[in-house]
């Protein structure tokens, strides 16, 4: 009897344990729920700590400027020279003419050798074959 009466407190005793392992598992998600919400945590320091957020971001922006910024142009402009004007006329007229010769050249090229392969194939297949 009494053998019995432990196995009933024992088992007793090992729901309420399992009933509080439950409840602290599950105030323990709810925690970590929290802590891993990455939306509240933002605002959270941003309202709690908005002139820290302000001189990070502002210290952030001026080294990005200070790594990523481009070396200034010279304010001197390099007069060209009388030679270098002329030429410089001189291939702006020329440039259109050039690119109508590059054309017709790039044309002409293509069509005698379409034409020399067109040869070539109409050639092998008329030629009589010799049996000997």
């Not at 957020?53 to 990523?68: C, D, E, Q, W």
């Not at 017709?104 to 069509?111: E, G, H, L, V």
């Not at 005698?112 to 010799?130: F, M, Y």
């Amino acid at each position: 009897m009494a053998q019995k009466k432990q196995i009933a407190l024992r088992k007793k005793a090992l729901i309420s344990q399992m009933a509080q392992s439950r409840e602290d598992i599950s105030q323990g998600r709810k925690i970590l729920k929290e802590k891993l919400n990455f939306k509240k945590q933002v605002s959270s320091v941003l309202r709690h700590k908005p002139k820290a957020i302000f001189a990070g971001s502002a210290v952030v922006g001026l080294a990005t400027t200070l790594i990523l910024r481009r070396p200034r142009k010279s304010s001197e402009k390099k007069r060209k020279t009388l030679i270098q004007m002329t030429l410089g006329w001189i291939l702006t007229l020329l440039k259109p003419t050039a690119k109508k010769w590059l054309k017709n050249s790039i044309k002409t090229y293509a069509i005698g050798q379409l034409s020399h392969l067109a040869q070539n194939r109409h050639g092998t297949l008329s030629e009589p074959k010799n049996r000997s």
